[in-house]
């Protein structure tokens, strides 16, 4: 029962990451319908300036994290400037393609600033785990436990009571539509990359942290949390969050009962196995808005 | 018999009746109009013949079989076919391409004979070509034939729709404001080409159309939804003349 | 100057070619690759057959993403169901070549049609990640049962055997790879000027009216993941064919991105697009590389700094060319041909 | 003047390239050593080398275009997955091919004829951690058993030397009580640990690459595990200790090739050689790896050359002549035969201490008949 | 008289405030729709625009709206201005921050938005408030069944109901020009005499201008003060409405009254085919 517990807790605790990482995603997707395949190098791209920041120029973790968050912000609307400006109006499926290019071009450069070895991070958190119930978790977990919480609440009320927050929406549904009304489709994209490549530096700090070192691999990330914000509702802040979790304690559940069992391999499958029985059930994930179709 | 009895549908969605208890009949070689305000349930009782919705109560009888269970190609398979009010073709492709999966239903050939192509699979597709060049002749596009529909105006999509219907051979045509988007000589000559479908081909037809115009002219009956009901049936004549299909939709008599 | 057209029968009308021009040029095209090996080296051999082989495989993927509007992200683990499909029957049963390509097709298409079931409800991208589970499924499979499949070390595949020759350089495979390239592309083209390839493109554009038309929808959306998964089983064949040895890192995700990337630079739901993308992804990284490769040879210590270049440039093309030509390679191509018809009467 | 082309097949770019790349530019830097100190009889070597991002497709035409076109009389491979996709063409091709990859069945000549490496066997490798383990299981005064884990990735690498390893431990009276497939790109190995945790686990070999390690480290620690960690040539390295600062204190690992800057003879050049090109970079036993490569083939390339025969039958024969040759202490000396391909049996296992590592001895495993290839 | 461009003077009705002047149209490069089209719209008149289907009226409106850049056309000659200055060059945000919106046909409202968010993003432009929440409760007065439906998503709605939102979003952006694209499609009967009420009062009440196209030829020229006949992209015939109206061909083609029986004349006595007369090709 302990065991069991503790893969639950640390699933929750771990799968907060996923639900940081996934609000990128759901943040663009809301707003662009795109599905970002470069988050993951904004992850990495993040936390390599932090680390450059607080290692190579002696800047004081707070300080370079907020500059780190500046320069996502940055990222993002040069993002939309150069790339995604000249696709307005394009149709989804090339956008979705550009950013698997973008990822190649955002990759080649961390490469060629940051090489390909690993770095370590420094340690932002105390290395002290804080004990949870019968589980010591690390305390970058429990950071990333409230960020997410608290963007949770930020995101939710944005998109459902400000006017650019609704506008992202419209802007989703049809850009045209959106021009036609007065909406700034380049403002909408700028806004919505910055907040995603902010999210993902967050994100990627952390991560970076928890991991204790940093190097480009750390961008599969953007992938692995695909099926997360699947099984929560591509548009769906809440299923973001929700998700997370979820992912987190399916794979621990997984990894600790089917893999001896299986000899390993299971805690990647198994989630995804679950997460195509509760999409059959909910074509729209748990929390996503169902497309309309009418004639 | 009449081609189609509609008994007792009830549609409702999440708080929204759309239909309450309608129930109807068409007789076969009809023109049947239907009429209502905005949101009365005109296309939502066209959705639930062609099988798009599922009433949830209620069934439907096409050619005295029930039909409420069949899915909306095994529908069409039968004979139903009908067009759209928002315009449903498949836009991507060309005027010509549309009217033959008009054609879908008529054809035998499989993956196999389609992919060698040569030997029947294309007897079979130049026979259907013809039988979609007549439509297209008849109803005046040839000069479109081969442009990609989404790039039509508004008014020849709803021409390529009624095409695409046809290129079915259809027993019961379903069509949803047929008229839209269109200027008085534009309506004249969609009502002869409805008139003509029904009175030389025989057509069964319901028709969704706001013009008082062209349903009191060409119909041979009218059936008036309100709010989800039934409010009036008869000839044109008949539903002019009801107080409340007056009140409800036309207002003071519409010229 | 051909200047508009003049046709006379329906059966001329929806002939592949729209004159006889094209015609002779694709006869001497095809003539030119067939004699084509007797003079390229193994190397440029080696990356034609890798051409045609993503050419069979971009076209089963533009199947069910381009034209029937199923984005699938299971390209790679199809390719492997081929291989190993392939695996089996040359290696542990012997079974000559003739039979094992179309019987790895159809047991592809067989996983593909498994695979498909979820598109019964699932749109968009939630299909598209149903498809990736079917990835790391198979990946799962072919890594763990071992006894057919070498697990984790690969399994090696015996050259396919023509007529008491060992098809076992590049020179031979070409010959096997190039005309079931062919045969394919004719295939495929025909496919969609026939009712199922029609009806495939209506369930993209319009489903609902798809159904309305009497097209049944459910059925026909398993017959594109079926008739998709048989061309990229046939991929998957000759690759193991031509690869000789196949391990799970030949089938690794990022395959499939690759192959998608293939699909939209050449042109979602064109048998063309297909052609244009799959020498674009295949070719790019070659010539990218030939050339840093040669940088670097010149500056040894340039290399490991040339390498990541490669990457950008890729990165790079991709988006200048989605920028400028978002609808890929075949509108391109389309355009250009539209508008030499018409010339000089532009407009 | 002749050249003699030598290929290379690295990885710079892709998953393996935080390793990869300090491996080829030791490879680099090797050959321009040699090349500036008399070459090969006098003749240089041409390295024709290009990254493939460990893409499988790309190291096939790689490997079509150095042996078609450029007709290169060896290659110097890379990783498990170009050298096995790679191993029955070089057979035929008959192109000798040194790799990094220490498979133990590469080692088998009867099977693959053609392939090479420079360190003990995976497999070997093991069975030497396993010995220590033994060691120091008395040492520390453990009653019975030993309770081992091993934790490997689910790929030709993790799983290389696990069946090898597994048979030894049971000869040699160790309970391999849990095995824990860690998948390649691990964030979080709480799960797998936890399972050791029930089990029992006293010691634990990590057969995957350093991030793969630390993070293991780390989460041991998070959950107060006692156990003694080893790791393989891939995980265990000057960057381990970098990246796991002290958690990766007391942890053993296998090094086939010494530390950057331990001194041996061999060492000064390739630090003169570091020095000369890279200055400013941090040197590692990857980077050492890389030069020991060619030192071994450039000695076999010579030799083929006073043979006459410098072609790939010439160059595999020529390797076969080595033998207990040193590589100046950069590895153990190595011998190969015609019939056995294991370069040397003595694995030498490190220890971190105080940050450094710490060589804590050589283990030899018997060159016996039935261990060749497994 | 020119002034940067635009030109001010002599409509018959007064300040020109829009302006076309010879403006060609292409799609993808090759297909050219709007032949040289030029027209003007005075300030504060309502200028109706008919003409049969594929004319290039709803061209027209993307053209001076900008939206036609994303369909895949674009204006190769001529100008348009409006308020003397060019437009051509604008992209559709700014043309709708100087004044000018545009009711799309065939709807087109944002179908995951609930009836009042897609009320809400017709203002989007605007800042006031107060008169933000004025014109919103003014649009409900309108369409009550809007009202009803408020909190509902926009794509569950009818086709007349999704028209009525259309409508409204173009109320709420106040702006100085309004175009609407066949504002009755599918619309009932008494909505449709409403409908044509509506635009009369916002053009009274309001003093906006607007550009109305609409196959409803009898209602749009009964509250037009000037009109424009199109045929494959060019204007064929202008005037007050009154002499259009008494144009014999404006007659058959248009108000379904001519043929010179004088009387109504029946859909169902049309014994063959009218050819179309063809007014310029
Ligand atoms: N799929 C659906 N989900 C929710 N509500 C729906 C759905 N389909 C229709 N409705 C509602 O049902 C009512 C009837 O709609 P319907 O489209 O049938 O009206 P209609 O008579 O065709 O009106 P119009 O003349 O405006 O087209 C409307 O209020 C509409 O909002
Ligand atoms: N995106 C496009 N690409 C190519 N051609 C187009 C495009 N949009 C419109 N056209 C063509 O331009 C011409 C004019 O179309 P437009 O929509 O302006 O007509 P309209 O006068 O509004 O007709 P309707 O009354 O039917 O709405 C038509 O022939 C149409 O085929
Ligand atoms: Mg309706
Ligand atoms: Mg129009």
Known sequence: MEFFLQLVLNGIVVGSIYSLVGLGFVVIYKSTSVLNFAQGEFLVLGAYVCLTLTVQHQVPFFWSFLITLVFSALLGILTERLILRPMIGEPVISLIMVTLGLSSLLKAIIQGIWGTDLRPFPDIFPAEPVQIGPLPVSQGYLISLVSVTILLIIFTLFFKFTRSGVAMRATAFSQQVSLSMGISVKRIFALAWSIAAVVSAIGGVLLAGIRGGLDGAMSFFGLKVIPVVILGGLDSIAGAIVGGPIMGILENLAGGYLDPLVGGGAKEVAPFFILVLILSIKPYGLFGKVKIERV | ?255 | MRCGDFRQSYAEDMALFDSPLPRVLLTGLLVFLLVLPQFATTYWLDVLNRIFIAIIGAMGLNVVTGFTGLISLGTAAFLAVGGYATAAMAGKAGLPFVVVIPLSGLITAAVGLVFGIPSLRLKGLYLAVATLAAHYMVEFTVTHWEHMTGGVNGISIPAAQFAGIELKDDRGIYYLVFPVMVGLLFFTKNLFRTKVGKAFVAIRDQDISAEVMGVDVFRYKLLAFAVSSFLIGVAGSLLAYQGRIISPENFPITLAIDYLGMIIIGGLGSVLGSIFGAIFITLLPEILRLATDALGNHWPGLMVIVAPIKTGVFGLVVILFLIFEPDGMAARWHHIKTYWKLYPFSY | QQEIKVGGIFDLTGVTSDVGKPFAQGVQDGVQWVNDNGGINGKKIKLIGADYAYKIDQARALYKKLVNDDKVVMIQGWGTGDTEALKDFVGQDKVPYFSASFSAPLSDPAKFPYNFFVAPTYTDQLRSWLDWVKQDYAKSGGKGRPQVAFMYGDNAYGKSPIAGGKKYAAEIGIDVVDEAVLPGNLQDATSQLLTMKQKGVEYAYINVTTTGVSLVLRDAKKLGMAVKFGSNPYGFSESLVKLAGPLAEGVTGVMPHAPYGTPVPGMTNVVAMHDKLRAGEIGDALYVRGYAYVMVWSEALKRADKAGQLNGPGVKAATETLADFSTGGLSQSVTYTPTDHRPTMTTSIYQVQGGKLVKIGDYIMPRTKEWLGL | MNIAGGTFGSHPLGYRMLELKNVEVIYDDVILVLKGLSLSVPEGKIVALLGSNGAGKSTTLKAISGLLRSEEGEVTDGGIFFEGQPMHELPPETVVRRGIFQVMEGRRVFEDLTVEENIDMGGYIRNDRAGLRADKEACYEFFPRLRERRKKLAGYLSGGEQQMLAISRALMARPKLMMLDEPSLGLAPLLVAEIFRIIKRINEERKTTILLVEQNANLALSIADYGYIMESGRVVLDGDPEKLRSNEDVKEFYLGGGGGEGGKKSYKNLKFYKRRKRWLS
């Not at chain 2, 066209?46 to 099988?51: D, H, R, T, V």
């Open chain 2, 1 to 255: 018999m009449p081609l189609l009895r509609v008994n007792n549908l009830i549609l409702h969605f999440r708080g929204v009746t759309a239909l309450s208890d309608v129930s109807f009949e068409v007789r076969r070689g009809a023109l049947h109009a239907v009429i209502g305000p905005n949101g009365a349930g005109k296309t939502s009782l066209l959705n639930c013949i062609s099988g798009v919705y599922r009433p949830q109560r209620g069934n439907i009888q096409f050619d005295g079989a029930d039909v409420s269970k069949l899915s909306p190609a095994t529908r069409t398979k039968l004979g139903i076919a009908r067009t759209f009010q928002n315009i449903a073709l498949f836009k991507g492709m060309t005027v010509l391409d549309n009217l033959l999966i008009g054609r879908h239903v008529h054809q035998r050939e499989g993956v196999l004979a389609g992919g060698a192509y040569y030997g029947p699979a294309r007897r079979e597709e130049i026979a259907n070509r013809e039988i979609v060049e007549d439509i297209i002749e008849f109803l005046e596009i040839q000069h479109i034939r081969k442009k990609t529909v989404g790039t039509l105006a508004y008014g020849l999509q709803k021409r390529v729709e009624l095409a695409r219907a046809l290129a079915l051979e259809p027993r019961l045509l379903l069509l949803d404001e047929p008229m839209a988007g269109m200027n008085a000589e534009e309506k004249e000559d969609m009502a002869r080409f409805i008139l003509d479908i029904n009175e030389d081909r025989g057509t069964t037809m319901i028709m969704i159309e706001h013009d008082m115009g062209v349903v009191m002219d060409v119909s041979h009956r009218v059936t008036v939804l309100s709010f989800g009901e039934k409010i009036a049936d008869g000839t044109p004549e008949e539903v002019q003349g009801d107080a409340a299909v007056q009140e409800a939709y036309l207002g003071q008599a519409h010229g």
